[in-house]
T-cell receptor, first 115, second 117 residues
Framework: LAKTTQPISMDSYEGQEVNITCSHNNIATNDYITWYQQFPSQGPRFIIQGYKTKVTNEVASLFIPADRKSSTLSLPRVSLSDTAVYYCLVGDRHILTGGGNKLTFGTGTQLKVEL | GAGVSQSPSNKVTEKGKDVELRCDPISGHTALYWYRQSLGQGLEFLIYFQGNSAPDKSGLPSDRFSAERTGGSVSTLTIQRTQQEDSAVYLC???????????????FGAGSRLTVL
C-alpha cells in the first residue's frame, strides 16, 4: 500500500505562498499523485494531479522529485478562503490482477490562513 | 447528473436499526467509491466498485456493512443493526476511469451524515 504522510496542520497569512509536502515512500510505478481540498461539511474537491516533475494549473502547482517519494503542493498567494484540509492521494492499484483500486487518503493537512 | 448525488443528506436513527444510504454517480463514471469520515478525522476507504462488481471489500468495517451497485450506476450502502460508532459522514465518489491518470480524479458527493443515538 502506498501510504502517505503529511503535516497535521500549517498556518499562514494572506498573500503568502504555502507549500505542503506529502511523503509516499512506497509509491508504485503506475501510481499518480493527486491532491484534494476539503471544506467543512463538504466532500473533497480535486485540485491537481501529477506523475513526475512539475504540474501547474490555475490554482496550484505540484512539484514531484525524480524519485517520486514525495510531492509538494504549492498554493501561491493564499487567501482566507484557502483555509481547508488538503489531502494527498496516491493510487493503490492492482492492474495485473484486475483487482480493486483502493485509493487511500492520508490524514490530511489543516491549513489555516489568517489576515 | 451534473454531480454526485447522495441521499439522505442527514439521517438520525436509533441503535439497532438498519439504514440505507444512496449514491447516484456522475453519468458515465464507471468507478464508484464509498468512504467514511468521522468528526475531525480523515477519510476511511470502505469499498470500491468497477461497474457493478466490487473487487475489494476489505475496507468494510464489519459484516453489518454491505454495498451494492446496479446497472453500473446507483449504489446503496447498507448498515445493519447500527451502533453508535457508526455515526459519521459517509461520502461517495465516482471517477471516469479505474486505471490511468483519470482513476485518481474523484468527484465527491456532499455526503450523508449519519447519527446513531
Amino acid at each position: 500500500l502506498a501510504k502517505t504522510t503529511q503535516p497535521i496542520s500549517m498556518d499562514s497569512y494572506e498573500g503568502q505562498e504555502v507549500n505542503i509536502t506529502c511523503s509516499h515512500n512506497n509509491i508504485a510505478t503506475n501510481d499518480y499523485i493527486t491532491w484534494y481540498q476539503q471544506f467543512p461539511s463538504q466532500g473533497p474537491r480535486f485540485i491537481i494531479q501529477g506523475y513526475k516533475t512539475k504540474v501547474t494549473n490555475e490554482v496550484a502547482s505540484l512539484f514531484i522529485p525524480a524519485d517520486r517519494k514525495s510531492s509538494t503542493l504549492s498554493l501561491p498567494r493564499v487567501s482566507l478562503s484557502d483555509t481547508a484540509v488538503y489531502y494527498c492521494l496516491v493510487g493503490d492499484r492492482h492492474i495485473l490482477t484486475g483487482g480493486g483500486n483502493k485509493l487511500t487518503f492520508g490524514t490530511g493537512t489543516q491549513l489555516k490562513v489568517e489576515l | 447528473g451534473a454531480g454526485v448525488s447522495q441521499s439522505p443528506s442527514n439521517k438520525v436513527t436509533e441503535k439497532g436499526k438498519d439504514v440505507e444510504l444512496r449514491c447516484d454517480p456522475i453519468s458515465g463514471h464507471t468507478a464508484l467509491y464509498w468512504y467514511r469520515q468521522s468528526l475531525g478525522q480523515g477519510l476511511e476507504f470502505l469499498i470500491y466498485f468497477q461497474g457493478n462488481s466490487a473487487p475489494d471489500k476489505s475496507g468494510l468495517p464489519s459484516d453489518r456493512f454491505s454495498a451494492e451497485r446496479t446497472g453500473g450506476s446507483v449504489s446503496t450502502l447498507t448498515i445493519q443493526r447500527t451502533q453508535q460508532e457508526d455515526s459519521a459522514v459517509y461520502l461517495c465518489a465516482s471517477s471516469l476511469a479505474s486505471i490511468g491518470s483519470g482513476a485518481n480524479v474523484l468527484t465527491f458527493g456532499a455526503g450523508s451524515r449519519l447519527t446513531v443515538l
